[in-house]
């Protein structure tokens, strides 16, 4: 057996034991895809490699409602940011709707999720932002935009979508 056919037997079972020790629930692999569609601040869709349309939830924030204050400069922003682009979809979960959630960033930029918190349009979602790792960050980010008076931090008592969702009802 050659040197490089047991390396390539050795990274197999590597990525073998790994796979085992992972969970069952563990997040699909990252991908790029293409922006095709805007359905708000926080909920884009994306064109993947097999051409299939995939709707995604960006991770541990919340954008206001369309019909909010800076709801439709919060969609404005992210068309902007990604419509048309090629962007890389880091999947953490899928929703109770079937929507990839997701770390969503343009190559060589910062990640929406966070970037949307730091211009003041979107909110650390607290009831679906578990990981500490990014949700400590985006927490800072917010403080950062609320300290700044950025975007709906202009307002003097901007109302969560959450809160704002429950008094439509």
Known sequence: MSIIQRLSSIVN???AIVALALPASA???SYQARVVSIADGDT???LDADN???KIRLYGIDCPEKRQPYGTRARQATADAVMGKTVNVHP?????????????AVPG????????VKEGLAWVYPQF?????ICDRLRE??????EGKKGLWQDKEPVEPWVWRKGKR
């Open 52 to 54: 299939r349309q995939v």
């Open 44 to 46: 884009i869709t994306v």
């Open 13 to 15: 079972i590597s990525l």
């Open 129 to 133: 932002c578990r990981r500490a790792d």
């Open 27 to 29: 997040a699909p692999p």
């Open 109 to 116: 930029r910062e990640m929406l999720n966070g970037w949307l």
């Open 141 to 146: 980010l917010e403080r950062a935009a609320k």
């Open 92 to 104: 953490i979960d899928t929703d109770r709707y079937g929507r990839t959630v997701a770390l969503v």
